[in-house]
C-alpha cells in the first residue's frame, strides 16, 4: 500500500475517533429530562392542640395551647377548630386542666374545665369527694407522692390493753388529686419543696372511713402505687370500721370470742 493512502487511512481513523468523543461528551453534560410528579396537597384544617405537655391542675393560655394544621379528613368528634371557635385561644384562657394533655395533642372540652376559682371541684369526676389528709415527709413516701399518683392510705394506731400499735390499710390504690407544697428552708441556707398535705379522690363510702380513720389513727401513711396498678380497682374501703348508719363499730372481746355491735357497746352479762 503506498504511504499517501496509509496517511489518508489514518486521518480518517483519527477523525472518526475525534467525532466519537465530541458526541460521548455531549450526550453526559444533557440531564434526562423528567417530568416533575404533581403531588395534591389534602385539604387541612387548624386545630387547637398544647404546645407543650400539660399535667393535671395546670392552666391553659397562649403559651400552652396553639393552632395546628390538621387533615381535614381525619377531624375527630371533640376537636376544636379555628372554624367553628375562632377565639378559642383567649375563650379558654385560665381554663384549669382535668386530664394530662400531651405536647401536639388535640384539646378537647372534656379534659378541661372552666376557668372559674373552682378549681378542685373540677377536677373531681362525678360521685366522687375530696379529702384531705396531713403528711410529712415520713408519712408521704419521702415527698415523691405527686397529684394523679395512686397511694394506699395506711392507718397506724395503739392496740387496746398491751400497749403494741396494729397497722391496717383503710383504703387501696387511691387517686391524689393535689399536694399542698410548701418550701422549708433548711440550716445551710438550702431550699426545699415538702407537702404538708395531701387530697384525695374517693368515693363518699371511702370519706366516712377515712374520717373515722383520722379521729382513731396514730399516725396515717401514704403508701405509693406502681403506674401499673392503675387499673385495679380503687373503692376498696375498711367498712369494718363503720357501722350500718355510719357511725365507727366497735369490738368487744369476752371469754375469748369478740362480739360486735353497732355505735355503742351494749352491756355484757
Same mark, same amino acid.
Given at each position: 500500500m503506498k504511504p499517501v493512502r496509509i496517511i489518508i487511512l489514518a486521518v480518517a481513523v483519527g477523525s472518526a475517533a475525534m467525532a466519537g468523543l465530541l458526541v460521548m461528551k455531549l450526550t453526559r453534560g444533557r440531564a434526562p429530562?423528567?417530568?416533575?410528579?404533581?403531588?395534591?396537597?389534602?385539604?387541612?384544617?387548624?386545630?387547637?392542640?398544647?404546645?407543650?405537655?400539660?399535667?393535671?391542675?395546670?392552666?391553659?393560655?397562649?403559651?400552652?395551647?396553639?393552632?395546628?394544621?390538621?387533615?381535614?379528613?381525619?377531624?375527630?368528634?371533640?376537636?376544636?377548630? +379555628?372554624?367553628? !371557635? =375562632?377565639?378559642?385561644?383567649? %375563650?379558654? @384562657?385560665?381554663?384549669?386542666?382535668?386530664?394530662?394533655?400531651?405536647? &401536639? +395533642?388535640?384539646? !378537647? =372540652?372534656?379534659?378541661?374545665? %372552666?376557668? @372559674?376559682?373552682?378549681?378542685?371541684?373540677?377536677?373531681?369526676?362525678? &360521685?366522687?369527694?375530696a379529702v384531705a389528709t396531713e403528711i410529712t415527709v415520713a408519712t408521704g413516701a419521702g415527698g415523691f407522692i405527686l397529684p394523679n399518683d395512686r397511694v394506699d392510705v395506711i392507718m397506724v394506731r395503739k392496740s387496746d390493753g398491751n400497749?403494741?400499735?396494729?397497722?391496717?390499710?383503710?383504703?387501696?390504690?387511691?387517686?391524689?388529686?393535689?399536694?399542698?407544697?410548701?418550701?422549708?428552708v433548711k440550716e445551710d441556707g438550702s431550699k426545699s419543696v415538702l407537702g404538708t398535705t395531701a387530697t384525695l379522690e374517693l368515693t363518699p363510702e371511702q370519706s366516712k372511713v377515712m374520717t373515722v380513720a383520722?379521729?382513731?389513727?396514730?399516725?396515717?401513711?401514704?403508701?405509693?402505687?406502681?403506674?401499673?396498678d392503675a387499673q385495679e380497682p380503687d373503692t376498696v374501703a375498711a367498712d369494718y370500721l363503720l357501722s350500718g348508719d355510719g357511725q365507727p363499730s366497735i369490738q368487744v372481746i369476752k371469754s375469748g370470742s369478740i362480739v360486735k355491735t353497732d355505735g355503742a357497746i351494749q352491756n355484757q352479762r
Open positions: 429530562q423528567i417530568a416533575a410528579p404533581v403531588i395534591e396537597r389534602e385539604p387541612t384544617i387548624n386545630v387547637l392542640v398544647a404546645s407543650k405537655s400539660l399535667p393535671v391542675g395546670a392552666r391553659l393560655g397562649a403559651e400552652s395551647i396553639r393552632w395546628m394544621a390538621w387533615p381535614k379528613d381525619n377531624i375527630a368528634e371533640g376537636m376544636i377548630t +379555628e372554624e367553628n !371557635r =375562632p377565639a378559642a385561644v383567649d %375563650d379558654l @384562657s385560665g381554663a384549669v386542666v382535668r386530664l394530662p394533655i400531651f405536647n &401536639g +395533642e388535640p384539646v !378537647r =372540652p372534656e379534659k378541661i374545665a %372552666d376557668a @372559674s376559682n373552682r378549681i378542685m371541684s373540677s377536677l373531681l369526676p362525678a &360521685g366522687k369527694r400497749g403494741l400499735y396494729l397497722t391496717e390499710t383503710v383504703l387501696s390504690n387511691v387517686r391524689v388529686l393535689a399536694i399542698d407544697q410548701q418550701v422549708e383520722q379521729q382513731m389513727a396514730e399516725r396515717i401513711s401514704l403508701a405509693l402505687r406502681s403506674v401499673a
